[in-house]
Structure formats: C-alpha cells, structure tokens
Nanobody, 121 residues
Framework: VQLQASGGGLVQAGGSLRLSCAAS????????MGWFRQAPGKEREFVAT????????HFADSVKGRFTISRDNAKNTVYLQMNSLKPEDTAVYYC???????????????WGQGTQVTVSS
C-alpha cells in the first residue's frame, strides 16, 4: 500500500483544516487507518484511528471533540477533519495503514510521507 497525505498548511488558532490520505496498491478496505503526528523535538504520537469499515473510531484525548476521522473506501481515502485548532497541534501529520485497529504506531505497516500543519497563535 502506498499512502499520500495532503491538506496541511498554515492556519490561525481556532481555524480548521482537512487532511486527506490517498491509498494505492492493495485493497484499501482491508486496512485500518490511523493518523499520527510529530512535533519538533518530540516523539511521534497517536492522533486518531478508524477501523476497516469506518464504523469505529478512536481519538487521542488531546484532540477528542475537535478532530474527526472518516474514510471513503470507494475512493481509497481517509480524512482527518481538524477543527478548533490550537498552536500545540502544530506538527507533521502522518497517515498509516495497519491490518488491525490500533493506537500503537508499531502496529502500522505502511506510512505516508507526512504533511505539515502549522497553527499560529
């Protein structure tokens, strides 16, 4: 599976962005999908995950209520809608694919290249 993340950019605090992750290769619907992020000087951290069918999601406490994750299996794409953005959301965001629904980065076999999100105060 090849993953291509897009949609990052510069936004003011309180604003919104929608990230997309397009997949190609093997069957997209066979994989749970996740979003992770890495801020400068920090370790990569879990943001959100969605199961294969899209009817189960899980979020990090830091983004719960502000971010939503969804997928369109017909379009081989997963989305991360980010609302009420804060400066501490600034990071490179990565999408990833796993055989099993998980919040652990070690469970993910395929990773996209990352897209930068910068939130100004």
């Amino acid at each position: 599976v090849q993953l291509q993340a897009s949609g990052g950019g510069l936004v003011q605090a309180g604003g919104s962005l929608r990230l997309s992750c397009a997949a190609s290769g093997r069957m997209f619907s066979s994989y749970a999908m996740g979003w992770f992020r890495q801020a400068p000087g920090k370790e990569r951290e879990f943001v959100a995950t969605i199961n294969r069918s899209g009817d189960s999601t899980h979020f990090a406490d830091s983004v719960k209520g502000r971010f939503t994750i969804s997928r369109d299996n017909a379009k081989n794409t997963v989305y991360l809608q980010m609302n009420s953005l804060k400066p501490e959301d600034t990071a490179v965001y990565y999408c990833a694919a796993a055989l099993y629904y998980s919040t652990y980065s070690s469970a993910y076999d395929y990773w996209g290249q990352g897209t930068q999100v910068t939130v100004s105060s």
